[in-house]
Every structure is written in C-alpha cells, then in structure tokens.
C-alpha cells in the first residue's frame, strides 16, 4: 500500500508491505505526487515540489533522480515491461513524457531519450500507453481548443500525426478533458470527435488511427421509424466523456468482457450537439447502431455483460429503473423502490461479473442520503452453458481483416437468460491476414497524400535518418511507411513497404555543435570547463575532432564517439576566449565556434572602502566578432555598422552579457560585389499554417528554392531564398552572377516561371502554394564602381547586425533588467537575417534610435549613481 499525504498539511510518501498494519515514510517531504507501474508492482515514480522526478525499482527502499525540471502532472507510468535503470533496452522500457517544447521519453540507464514531433508543442497528454507504444495528444502551436492526435512506434521517440483537431474542454478541477475513448476489448479502436469547418463530428477507427470513418446512423429511430440520414452530410455522433467520478456513468461505456457492445449518449444530424441527446448501442462493435432510448441514461454492465442496467438522468425524483437481457433491444422496467429517490449516484459491486449494484441519493433536498441495495441474483434461474454462446467475427463495414488479423469472439446469445459468472472469459481466435496497404501507416516525416501515398514531408529531410551512421554497419532506410504497431499481418505487400537494411553511406561532417555542459558562455577561473561536442551527420566514428581551447593548447581524438562525456580543461588567466572545434573525415569537414567568457568570482561585499577595487559586472553589453578575431566590438548600443571589403563567406558572432549570463547567436553572411533580388508572394491558404518561427521559415525557403531550381536552370550555388518574419507570408530571392549567363537573362527565366504559375509546393496534405512575384521589376543592381562598393556593402551589413543584435535582445529579454520595455515594443519590428538582406535597406529607423537612447535613460536611473561615459 502507498499513501501520499495531503502537502498542505505534510507532504510526505508513506509505504506498507503488510496491508497498511505499519507504514514508513520512503521520499523527502517534498514529495507531491506519485505513481506505480502498472505491471510491476515495485517500481514507483514521485514527483517533488522541486519539480524534480525520483524512481524506485524496490518499492521506495531507495530512490534515484531520474530527471530535473519536470512540469507538473506531466509524468505518465507506461504500461510497458519495466526494466532496471541499469538493462534497459529499445524494447522494454518503462516511459515518462517531459514537455518544454521538446519531450523526453524512456528509461535507458537512468537518461531520457529525445522525442520528435512535427511540430511546435503547446502542450501534451498522453492518452494510451500499452504494448510499446504511444498514443498523445498535442496541442500545436495555432491550436486553442482542440489536439492532434500522435502515434509513437515501438521506441515511443518517433511519432506520427493520426488524427487532426480532436476537441478538448476543461474538467471541473481544471483539467484537460480530449475527446478520445479507446474502446476496452477491441485493440485498436478508438473514437475520436474532430472538429471540421466548426462542426464536432465523431470518427472511428479500427487501425489505432491508421484510417478513420463516420459512424453510420441507425436506419430506424425508437419508434421503428426510418431515419433518413446519409453520409458524409449526416452521421452519428457521441458524447465521449468518461466519468472522473466513481459513483456517476459517463457518457460512454465498454468493458473488456463483453467485446463489441459500446454503450453512448449522442445525436443524429450534421454534427455532435447537445440538445436532443440520446442513448445508442452497437453490438458489432461500431457497424450499425440502435436507438435504445430518447433522452439521458446511466447504463451499467452485469454479469460481465450479460445484462444491462439503466436508470434516467433527471434532477426529479424517480423509482424505476431498465432491464435488459439481450443487449438493449427489449428493456423489462422495475421498481426498486416505493418512495421516489434524488439519485446521486449508482455504483456497481466490485468485479465486472457482479449481480449487484448500489443507489444512492435523498428522499428530499433535507434528508440524509438513502442506500437501495439491489440483488439481481433472483432474476437468473440457471447458469450458462455452452448452448446459449455463439461466434462473432469482428469486422470493419464487411473487411474481416483488422490489425491483420481476423477475429472471432465467443459471446453470449442475445436470446439466453443465463448467469455467466465468475468463471466466464472471452474467448478469442484468430486467423493470419496477408499485408495490404491498409496495415501501413505513414512513417515519422512522411505524410499522406491525396492519392493515398505517403511522402515526406516539407520540412523532413529523408538522410537525417541516416546522420548516426558509421561506415562499414547499415541502418533501416525507411521506405516512407512503416507496420501499425501491434498489426500482425504477414507476407503481402511487406517486402514493399517494410523499411530496407542498407550499408551506410560515407558522409562528410555536418551540423557539429560545440557547447559547454552546463549551457553557459562563462568559466570560472583555475575551475573545470567541460565542452560538449555533437555531430548531427556524418561518420561519427571515422570522424577526427580537434578542440582548440584558444588559450594555446588543443587535443585531437580520433573519433567523436570518444568523447561523448566531455572534454574538460581549466583556463588560468581571465579573459574571452575563441574555443573551436574541427570536425574531419576523408569527405570533408564542418567548424563549431564559440566565445567563452572566463571571470573570477565575485569577492566584494558592499559596502566597500573607497580606496578599495571591485569588479561589477556591466548590466548589458553586446560582444560582436568577426571571421576569427577574437578581440571583439564591445557596444552598449542595439546596431553596429561594418564593411566587409573583400568577396566571401563570413562569420559574425553576437553576444548579449547581463551580469555572469551570456546568450550568443551567429549568422553566416555572404558578400558579393552585386546580385539581384526579387520579392515573392504566395497563395493566401499559406498564411494559415505560418507559425512565424525561425525554423518554420527556413524550411519553407528550402523548399522554395528547391520548386524554383525545378521551374527553372538555375544553379543551386546561384539562389538564395528568405522567407521574412511576419504576415502577410512574403519572402525574397537572391540571384547571385553567372560567368556564362547574364543575370537579366536568369532573372527573366525565374520571372517567367513565377508567372506562369509553374513554382509550386506541397505544405502539407491538401495545401498546395503556389509562389508568385511580388512585382516585375527587379531590384536595383548593387553599384561595382570602386565610390560606391563600400556603400553598398555597409547598408548590408548595418541591417544584418541589426537583425542579430535585436533577435538575441529578444530571446534574452527575460533576464535583462530595463530591457523588458524595449524588447516588447520591438517585438512587431523584430528582423532576422536568414540569407543576404535587401540591400535598399540603410539604417534603422528614428524610432529605433529613439528607443534605444530612451533605454540607456533607464539603464542610468536603475542604478543608485549615475555612470558616466567615462567610467563606462
């Protein structure tokens, strides 16, 4: 037994072994809330005020610190094989989601995996957690009310859009509430309602959200007349709330021992409402449906389902409640007592083949409340025998193959009034299925399309998979799909559409990383500084890493595998350092830079003596570097004007310092002496999926440029593309020169694709962008006469200064003190620099310099003395 106080009072874990005769406390008192494992009864998870998460693998003898910063109510206890901390495998792992836009997932050695969604997250819940594998719902980031629906494969880290815009309202204790309900006795059925052109509609699936359908009206009403009711226009829609409350039914009920009969309150028409509501069964687990009353009641299973009970839903006092023997077709009424009952609540004895059952509630609106017990054992006079059971193949509108397999139930007849009792069991056989198409989802970056086939998405990059690789071993190269989990089809199409082994390919170093372990830009001096390095592509193993540590010394390993722990190393004099790291193999190499600021701690206590030093760290400074200059341009001001006068690729570094905290971004800029540069628009349907994100807009260029090198002949080293922040979506292209072509004679050939209409792309299933020019005349040419070059160059450079300056600004707000005021009026005026900027674009407008010297006004009042230029 494991009893959590009440944190108010005590906050503390309790644990028994002998049924609550002795307890002990097992956590710290900060514990707030707990949960076990549901296949292993040892293994518990608690949770702590400090928002730090602890396991036990020997029911709270010790603890171990699983992860930090978790958000509350936000860890799950997967149904999955737990495993110990210290075996864990891809295959038996025992799982916990983590949301900060990012998740984590598993158990594996004590760390988290990684998870990958399509999207930006708002938030997450997990609805399902069984057989290695998960079912979440996500909010994304242009969602208010409603979740997609994700399925994870087997490893519970890659997961897949099944269901789009499943509405969600708020429980009464201010809990998310997602209209989902997975079916008990039937794996991989669910019911969703999803909201379409603002109408809620319910969907079934039979797949685990492979496929999904509208529910087939009943042809009859109550009163055996016809209902005209034909799909898509109109269909059957249920209420799929699950009652949080014990002693109260919810709107929809099934039970694991009596497959296919579900149990829901709803409504015919053109969508869900709750006006009208009725009652509805199924006994072919979702094909055809029968009205079973016309107004609200509570139904109840007996005798594993054998029987059903129901009772009205009214706020007026009643006596009787419904019978039924044959699975809602006919209803017996009975009095259950002779004073009309308030009833509150009615709850079912322990156990799903109970005969009996409680109602509770009051005589008056003054009274104490009133138990009737019922027994329903008189009712029965036998006990089942094999005669009154009869097979039941589960379908999906006629298809027999579910999940790839079929199955078929043993169940009781409609016609028998027997008693199954305690040692009834549903029976289940199965027979093989060949692999259709059907038995495939969609793989993690792929999407389906309008023909049925899955192809990646515009965002995926299909070699990403690959990027782990060492040369020499193989990987599964995902042909686009990928088996629903748990689907046990065999032969069929499987060789087609199963993922293929292949040798790694030989990949040259790209997206190395360089960071320190803890995140931080600053070191203390004669300390440990720890650097991490991380290769997102490329040949880990064959690939060489030299770290220079800008202090004079650097070490080289053979392989970045080696050094997945970290490099340490202590710096012995303060000062801002260029640490790099090189990554290399026989294909090519890749650079990672940062600027480690090394400071002495703070040893100063005010007040001091006047004759006295001390070292104040500055409130805000912005640190700019060059190429590989490690002296850097050090400003109080929010733009910095620079020339480049050469031809090239350049690096330029920018840091924002708030007292010992430090943020930096970088930006490659190329230079060249002229180019030309044209505005594009695009079809308004691409404005509502635009997120505004600086990861969103760099992959719709990328999939512009690529529609553009497709339409036309133009060289991939000759495009640039940038999709600017902001809506209206516009973006723009940059022509770089040909020694061969002249650059009017390309400009005329992107121009003529663009308005013919011929530059197009797919966001997303049913989106379809077309891309136009935003006007015919190109920009003026940047000027090559020796007087003006340098102009040219200057107002380019001004603007991506600017953009990087206000873009760390921005993220680094928070901690910044008189800078909240600044940032947020700029927010509208935010500009990022993805690729070479417009180059008629001069300098920041008067209201920029304005706010800027307006924020140096509260930078000086915010301090006790006013500081001078000088002493600055």
Request: hydrophobic share 35%; glycine share 6%; net charge negative.
């Amino acid at each position: 037994i494991m009893l959590l106080t009440d944190p108010e009072v005590e906050s503390s874990l309790l644990i028994s072994s002998d049924e609550g005769a002795t307890t002990r406390s097992t956590a710290s008192a900060s514990t707030s809330s707990a949960c076990c494992s549901t296949q292993q009864e040892d293994w518990i998870l608690a949770y702590s005020h400090e928002q730090k998460l602890y396991s036990s693998v020997e029911f709270g003898r010790r603890w171990q610190l699983v992860h930090e910063r978790v958000a509350p109510n936000r860890f799950y206890c997967a149904g999955m094989s737990p495993c110990r901390l210290q075996n864990c495998t891809d295959a038996n792992k025992v799982g916990m989601v983590q949301v900060h836009q990012r998740v984590s997932w598993g158990w594996e050695g004590g760390h988290f995996q990684g998870s990958f969604f399509t999207n930006e997250l708002n938030d997450l819940h997990v609805i399902s957690t069984d057989e290695n594998r998960v079912v979440a719902a996500v909010q994304e980031w242009n969602q208010n009310e409603t979740y997609n629906l994700y399925v994870s494969d087997t490893s519970g880290v890659f997961y897949t859009l099944a269901l789009e815009n499943v509405v969600s309202s708020m429980g009464v204790e201010g809990n998310v509430m997602v209209d989902l309900y997975e079916v008990a006795g039937i794996k991989g059925m669910f019911l969703a309602n999803k909201k379409t052109d603002n109408q809620v509609k319910t969907h079934i699936t039979y797949n685990r959200g492979r496929d999904w359908r509208l529910l087939q009206a009943p042809s009859k009403d109550l009163h055996g007349n016809a209902v005209h009711c034909l799909l898509p226009y109109c269909s059957l829609h249920l209420h799929l709330h699950v009652s949080a409350n014990p002693y109260t039914s919810g709107n929809i009920a099934s039970r694991e021992s009596a497959p296919g009969i579900i149990v829901a309150s709803g409504s015919i028409g053109s969508e869900l409402t709750t006006t009208n509501v009725s009652v509805f069964i199924t006994s072919d687990a979702g094909n055809t449906w029968r009205q079973i009353f016309n107004e609200e009641y509570a139904v109840l299973f007996l005798d594993q389902g054998g029987a059903l009970v129901s009772i009205r839903h009214t706020p007026l006092s009643i006596r009787h409640l419904w019978l039924s023997f044959d699975e809602g077709r006919q209803w017996n009424k009975f009095s259950f007592t002779n004073t009309p009952l308030f009833v509150d609540g009615v709850l079912g004895e322990p156990g799903e083949e109970t005969l009996i059952m409680t109602i509770f509630g009051h005589v008056s609106h003054r009274s104490e409340w009133q138990l009737v017990k019922i027994d329903f054992r008189s009712i029965f006079n036998r006990r089942c025998t094999e005669e009154d059971y009869q097979t039941w193949h589960l379908h999906n509108q006629g298809e027999p193959c579910l999940m790839g397999v079929k199955r078929i139930y043993r169940k009781l007849k409609p016609t028998s009034r027997c008693v199954m009792g305690k040692s009834y069991s549903v029976s289940m056989t199965t027979g093989p299925c060949e692999c259709t198409e059907a038995d495939f989802e969609c793989d993690y970056g792929y999407e389906r399309r309008s023909n049925g086939r899955c192809s990646h998405a515009f965002w995926f990059h299909p070699s990403s998979m690959s990027r782990s690789c060492t040369t020499g071993m193989t990987f599964l190269n995902s042909t686009g799909y990928r088996k629903v989990v748990s689907n046990n089809c065999t032969a069929g199409v499987s060789t087609e559409y199963t993922a293929r082994r292949q040798q790694c390919p030989s990949q040259a170093p790209r997206g190395l990383h360089l960071v320190t372990s803890e995140g931080t830009l600053t070191g203390t001096l004669g300390l440990n500084v720890t650097f991490l390095v991380f290769l997102e592509e490329g040949d880990g193993a064959r690939t060489s890493i030299t770290l220079d540590f800008g202090d004079g010394h650097a070490l080289t390993y053979s392989n970045v595998s080696s050094i997945e722990d970290g490099i340490k190393h202590i710096y012995k004099a303060v000062g801002i350092y260029r640490v790099s790291a090189v990554g290399e193999n026989g294909l090519g190499s890749e650079t990672a830079t940062l600027y480690l600021h090394v400071i002495c701690e703070m040893t100063c206590d005010l007040p001091v003596f006047r004759s006295e030093s001390c070292d104040l760290p500055v409130s805000r400074c912005f640190f700019l570097y060059y190429g590989i200059d490690i002296s850097p341009l050090i400003t109080l001001e929010g733009s910095v004007s620079c020339t480049f006068s050469q031809e090239g690729v350049n690096t330029v570094t920018v840091q924002v310092s708030a007292g010992s905290s430090i943020m930096q971004d970088r930006k490659t800029i190329a230079v060249h002496e002229y180019f030309r540069s044209h505005l594009l628009a695009f079809s308004s349907n691409l404005d509502e999926h635009n997120p505004d994100v600086p990861e969103w807009r760099l992959d719709v260029s990328r999939v512009i440029k690529n529609s553009l090198i497709q339409a036309t002949s133009v060289r991939e080293d000759q495009l640039l593309v940038t999709v600017l922040p902001g809506l209206p979506t516009a973006a723009e292209f940059f022509l770089l020169p040909d020694k061969q072509l002249t650059d009017g004679k390309l400009s005329e050939v992107l121009l003529n694709a663009l308005n013919q209409n011929l530059v197009q792309f797919t966001l997303r299933p049913g989106v379809q962008v077309t891309v136009y020019a935003a006007h015919l005349s190109a920009a003026p040419l940047v000027d090559t006469s020796q007087t003006h070059s340098g102009s040219a160059m200057l107002m380019l450079l001004s603007v991506v200064v600017v953009g990087l300056a206000v873009f760390v600004v921005y993220k680094f707000k928070r901690k910044i003190p008189g800078l909240n005021v600044y940032a947020q009026m700029q927010n509208e005026k935010e500009q990022e620099m993805m690729s070479p900027a417009d180059p008629t674009v001069a300098t920041p407008p008067s209201s920029q310099r304005d706010l800027v010297h307006s924020l140096e006004i509260l930078d000086a009042e915010s301090t006790s003395q006013p500081i001078g230029k000088d002493g600055l």
